[in-house]
């Protein structure tokens, strides 16, 4: 079975400052897909950045990227220059094959509350 | 990329009542997901909607509980039974690019957030 641990359930960053949300995970599948997802107060989640487990390269998008050590087990993501506008619930997922290949689904970390001092 | 359209994206509702949630993507996609997200939780997965077969429900929920249709390979619903308080909830509807994609991005509707009175 697939685990997502998030252990840090609230931080605080200044703006402009860069951010590390940890993530550490669990599985004996050799392929899967590391996801973040940003969720403002509305409720949607946004899609931020994927990291799949055969890629060489850390991804990164925009002032996102994701810090990955697969021996490890550890997907972090790092925001860079934080804005007031990133201040939301961050969660960190894994994707894995459902049984025909399909499709994925994902399982989710408990979350991380981001907060942006101006 | 995906976009799902989710509805309704919130309502309150007498105890005992029903609810159905809708979920129509703009393309086709072979597999659906739905997931709750309980207050200051994070998201679980209900059940995992295939089109032209019966849903496949997680541990600790039913059909009974959250019957599902898919009618074709662009549409779902989520139908929330018998509600009680406990079930208020942010309910949200997935997908995830079809085999042989490479898998970027699972998109999320908008979710429907719901209160229970």
């Known amino acids: 079975a697939q685990k997502i641990t998030q252990t840090q359930p609230g931080m605080f960053v200044q703006e402009k400052e860069a951010v590390t949300l940890d993530c550490t995970y669990d599985?004996?599948?050799?392929?899967?897909?590391l996801f973040w997802y940003k969720q403002p107060s509305s409720g949607e989640m946004i899609f931020l950045i994927y990291q799949g487990s055969y890629d060489e390269q850390n991804a990164t998008e925009g002032r996102y990227s994701l810090n990955f050590q697969k021996a490890r087990k550890s997907a972090n993501l790092v925001i860079s220059a934080s804005q007031l506008g990133d201040s939301a619930m961050y969660f960190c997922?894994?994707?894995?094959?459902?049984?025909?290949?399909?499709?994925?689904?994902?399982?989710f970390g408990g979350g991380t509350r981001l907060m942006v001092k101006p | 990329s995906a976009v799902i359209s989710q509805k309704p994206s919130r309502d309150i509702c007498q105890r005992g009542t029903s609810l159905t949630i809708q979920c129509q993507v703009d393309s086709q996609v072979t597999m659906m997901f739905w997931y709750r997200q309980q207050p200051g939780q994070s998201l679980t997965l209900i059940a995992t909607?295939?089109?032209?077969?019966?849903?496949?429900?997680e541990s600790g929920f039913v059909i009974d509980k959250f019957p599902i249709s898919r009618p074709n390979l662009t549409f779902s619903t989520l139908t929330v039974s018998n509600m009680s308080p406990e079930d208020s909830s942010i309910y949200l509807c997935?997908?995830?690019?079809?085999?042989?994609?490479?898998?970027?991005?699972?998109?999320f509707g908008q979710g429907t957030r719901l209160t229970v009175v």
């Open positions: 997935s997908v995830a690019p079809r085999q042989g994609r490479r898998n970027t991005e699972a998109f």
């Open positions: 997922a894994m994707s894995w094959p459902y049984s025909n290949n399909a499709g994925n689904m994902l399982t």
């Open positions: 909607a295939n089109q032209g077969s019966e849903a496949t429900y």
């Open positions: 599985t004996s599948d050799q392929s899967y897909g």
